[in-house]
């Protein structure tokens, strides 16, 4: 099983400020049609997740363009260029090449300092 | 409007049996995947099963296999997830979600095994 393994765990940014979270993979995720099949999602307190970003970095409608997905083969990247209070939940990387299973990160918590 | 609504969750003995559905609307069900993802009380996400546009391919996680049936019914926009042998571990919120991307996702339901 691919193992997706996110850091920090836990990400206290200041408003305005950026924030960064990186996610690895334990195998690549090319697949053989030459897609990254390399999700990201945002879980904000009580809600359900949401997809941000999907093929590393395809922003879905309604995601503000602070929001950036980046990253090839193993390593991967979130990055908010300037934090604002709606973005505090816990984010997400979840790869869909290498399946079944398909995997999850342990979740990233950005709160507000 | 794409739409996912859980429902048939609650609290059940462990042992016991509890089937949760998942209505679609607002898209053309029969063209997707379908997946179910659970999150334990304060925990991730974690991938439950996946099934195909016709039902053919099924994908279960190893800690549900033989115990849960991931089905649908394309006439109905209609996903299901039949849960049997039950155990306390698998309390959890279930979501089910649109494509093996999860582009879309129900506000969830939540089942609570405990005796």
């Known amino acids: 099983d691919v193992v997706m393994t996110q850091s920090p765990l836990s990400l206290p940014v200041t408003l305005g400020q950026p924030a960064s979270i990186s996610c690895r993979s334990s195998q690549s995720l090319v697949y053989s049609d030459g897609n990254t099949y390399l999700n990201w999602f945002q879980q904000r307190p009580g809600q359900s997740p949401r997809r941000l970003f999907y093929?590393?970095?395809n922003r879905d409608s309604g995601v503000p363009d602070r929001f950036s997905g980046s990253g090839s083969g193993t390593d991967f990247t979130l990055k908010i260029s300037r934090v604002e209070a709606e973005d505090v939940g816990v984010y997400y990387c979840?790869?869909?090449?290498?399946?079944?299973?398909?995997?999850f990160g342990q979740g990233t918590k950005v709160e507000i300092k | 409007e794409v739409q996912l609504v859980e429902s048939g969750g609650g609290l059940v003995q462990p042992g016991g049996s509890l089937r949760l559905s998942c209505a679609a609307s607002g898209f053309t069900f029969s063209n997707y995947w379908m997946i179910w993802v659970r999150q334990a009380p304060g925990k991730g996400l974690e991938w439950v099963a996946n099934i195909n546009q016709d039902g053919s391919e099924k994908y279960y996680v190893d800690s549900v296999k033989g115990r849960f049936t991931i089905s649908r019914d394309n006439t109905k926009n209609s996903l299901y997830l039949q849960m049997t042998s039950l155990r306390a571990e698998d309390t959890a919120v279930y979501y089910c979600?649109?494509?093996?991307?999860?582009?879309?996702w129900g506000q969830g339901n939540l089942v609570t095994v405990s005796s």
């Open positions: 979840m790869q869909g090449t290498h399946w079944p299973p398909w995997t």
């Open positions: 979600a649109r494509g093996r991307d999860c582009g879309y």
């Open positions: 093929n590393v970095s």
